[in-house]
């Protein structure tokens, strides 16, 4: 590992002009290439004190052995020349989209004597005109289907063309009118090469000259009285409509525009295009990259043009280019854009209309090819045991973490605080096993006591069913480390007992501290769980099963205060680690330097999805509870009332205000009322009551309530 200062330039060598840069390592490979609109002040980023670059801008920096620039004229110049380098060096450092697989595009082969129609993949060639990509090959060939009886344009071999014009007899095509035959002269080159720009135009989107003229033909054909010819045209333009079909229209006044969408997390970024001509959409691709250096939204953005436009010309860049966010230098790649089209070319964020709505079509298709990639990542069983033995190897433990458990905190500015507990077996989610908590013990925003209480519970819990099975000596609070080894007879494996009781159900010792768990569903759509072990009592259990590795999302402090809950508990068999989210580095307790884990390792990879499922589980309760607090109504303080009563006394009565009006006998006539909830619904509503009524002070009007109880 290099020190960066070893080959830091002196500041006068640097010139302070627009220019590209490259980092080498001590083999002379170059790891990063960059660009700037002053060198001097850009390099003087990457040679302050490491301990405050981003650990991917750390990494990269401590690994290069020499940096050298190439100063140019203009920043238009400098972005090409960056491209260049990008993709002769192919920098490990640099943000590279690959395609996930080869894209069919409809190609015209303008280059021959005779074009010819046909699907192509790979690398393009000069003097073919391409049209996509698609995303099956099979879209393609029904679309030319279509068209070849209007366009007879040859899409047959060169070897079939050949045999073709020596027998003097065409193909099948030929025969049956999709093919005009120039193999055997029954069409001049020039003829055929008129049909083939016929198709290209109609492809590029300028299909209603044709269809207009083959509908004057048709009717001028009709007028006559050759009727055979007029069906045909009628046909043809059926056969051109169903082609244009495929396509719908999205964009009107036949604009041509690429549309940019990128998801993104702190690993990885999947970006969608979607390639609109004449309003209609004519092809889409998408790309999953790393993230491996430190690059926000406008940086990926800038990428993908890259990536996307570094090789075309011509019509092949759109006049519009639709894109979530700028790049950091708009004015620069306008003008790169336009150079590679040779017109202006509009690069800009859409912000009403048919084309904010399309974007946000290409945005949910990038959002879900990133789910896909991290679902077949994440089910995939040699990477999910690589991630787990990369997490011990880090970490120091004994074995592979099989059971890891995450705790998150959420609240909103102190109120409705929550927490909660994510379990994963063998690298997948056991959502069944999901817990929620409530934080009741005490008032305000400290996420490092309520991990404490949390951790706290989930473990008191824990000892309480070993005491029960008779794991764990019955006695006071344990002192020592938990016991281990093999389950007791009649016991499952760890892993296979779905949710239990609500808290209500099984109290504990922690309801008397404020702390609860949620009685609610984890996932609701989630499979029924394979039938669980019950204990004496009938109860299913709930906490019986400990993790090898705890994680918390944060850093020291909520390390320190997890490894504080269960030192107090005797626990001393649980690693505990915590993954920061801004910078992605994993804390161990009593450690004064986080663990750096490589961004490309499996073992990273895993525990951030650990982190950020804990953090949406959490985060969800925490917006429901807020929801039902927003909607609760005086009626809810009633205990024992359900919401289906609930709604039988405001149907009864029309509103809470005629319900308060009401007498104990009158709330008993409502089915499902005794008298016993009559008298509590009595108290609540009298307790709920304004002291006096509300008064408009301008109009001096008495402000009535509403069917919701509130004032209006």
């Known amino acids: 590992m290099a020190d960066p200062s070893s080959y830091r330039p002196k500041p006068g060598q640097i010139p302070d002009s627009p220019g ?92 021959e004597e005779f074009p010819r129609v046909q699907v192509m993949r790979g690398a393009k060639k000069k003097g073919v005109r391409y049209f996509g990509p698609y995303g099956h090959a099979w879209a393609i060939r029904e679309t030319v289907d279509l068209m070849l009886r209007v366009f007879p344009v040859r899409t047959c071999s060169a070897g079939v063309f050949k045999n073709a014009a020596r027998s003097g007899r065409p193909c099948l095509l030929g025969y049956i009118g999709k093919c005009s035959a120039p193999c055997v002269g029954r069409v001049t080159p020039e003829e055929h090469r008129e049909l083939a720009d016929d198709f290209c135009d109609f492809m590029a989107g300028r299909t209603g000259t044709y269809i207009r003229r083959l509908e004057k033909d048709m009717m001028a054909a ?321 906490f019986a099963y400990p993790p090898q590795l705890l994680v918390v999302d944060g850093g020291q402090p909520q390390v320190a205060a997890a490894k504080r809950a269960l030192d107090e508990l005797g626990i001393d068999d649980i690693a505990v680690c915590g993954l920061a989210k801004r910078l992605e580095e994993v804390w161990l307790p009593d450690d004064d330097d986080p663990v750096v884990l490589p961004r490309s390792s499996e073992g990273l990879y895993l525990l951030q999805r650990v982190r950020d499922e804990a953090h949406r589980f959490a985060i969800t309760y925490q917006r429901a509870k807020r929801a039902k607090r927003i909607r609760s109504g005086p009626l809810d303080a009633v205990t024992g009332l359900g919401e289906t009563r609930k709604q039988a006394l405001i149907k009864h009565f029309g509103s809470v205000k005629k319900l308060r009006q009401a007498t104990i006998d009158e709330i008993c006539e409502v089915p499902g009322i005794g008298r016993r909830t009559a008298e509590s619904v009595v108290v609540a509503l009298a307790a709920a009551a304004p002291a006096t009524p509300a008064v408009n002070t301008a109009t001096g009007e008495i402000i009535e309530e509403d069917d919701g109880g509130s004032t209006t």
């Open 20 to 111: 590209v840069y490259k980092f080498r390592d001590e083999h002379r490979r170059v790891i990063y290439v960059g660009k700037a609109k002053s060198l001097r002040q850009r390099l003087a980023n990457y040679f302050q004190d490491v301990s405050g670059l981003h650990p991917r801008t750390r990494t990269m920096v401590t690994t290069a052995a020499s940096v050298e620039w190439t100063v140019v004229s203009t920043e238009v110049e400098a972005l090409q020349l960056e491209y260049s380098w990008i993709k002769e060096f192919d920098p490990r450092f640099n943000v590279k989209y690959r395609d996930d697989k080869s894209y069919p595009y409809l190609a015209v082969t303008l280059n």
């Open 222 to 542: 009709a007028e006559e009285m050759e009727y055979e010819r007029a069906a045909r045209l009628r046909d043809d333009v059926e056969a051109l409509k169903r082609a244009m079909e495929k396509s719908a229209v999205v964009l009107a006044d036949a604009t041509d525009a690429d549309l940019i969408a990128v998801a993104e997390d702190e690993l990885e970024a999947a970006v969608q295009i979607f390639h609109v001509r004449g309003g209609r959409v004519r092809g889409q691709r998408g790309w999953v990259t790393d993230k491996v250096e430190n690059v926000d939204t406008s940086g990926l953005v800038e990428h993908a043009l890259q990536q996307l436009y570094g090789e075309e010309t011509g019509d092949s860049v759109p006049k519009e280019v639709l894109v979530p966010a700028l790049p950091e230098d708009p004015e620069a790649v306008s003008q790169w854009l336009a150079g590679r089209r040779g017109s202006q070319v509009s690069l800009r964020i859409p912000q009403r209309g048919d084309k904010k709505d399309l974007m946000a079509t290409v945005q949910r298709n990038a959002q879900q090819a990133l789910g896909l990639h991290k679902t077949k990542r994440a089910s995939d069983l040699t990477t999910r045991s690589r991630a787990l033995e990369e997490i011990a190897e880090a970490l120091g433990l004994d074995t592979a973490p099989l059971r890891i458990e995450c705790f998150d905190i959420s609240h909103l500015q102190g109120d409705d605080v929550v927490a909660s507990m994510v379990v994963f077996e063998d690298g997948l989610a056991r959502k069944g096993e999901y817990r929620r908590f409530q934080i009741k013990g005490f008032e305000g925003q400290d996420d490092v006591r309520s991990m404490h209480e949390v951790i706290s519970r989930r473990f008191r819990r824990y000892l309480q069913e070993k005491e029960r099975t008779g794991e764990w000596e019955e006695g006071p609070a344990p002192t020592g480390p938990a016991p281990t080894g093999p389950v007791p007879a009649g016991l499952v494996p760890a892993g296979l007992v779905p949710a239990g009781p609500s808290a209500a159900e099984s109290a504990g010792p922690a309801e008397s501290a404020g702390l609860a768990e949620s009685s609610e569903p984890a996932e609701p759509a989630e499979p029924a769980e394979p039938a669980e072990p019950r204990e004496d009592d009938g109860r299913p259990k709930r």
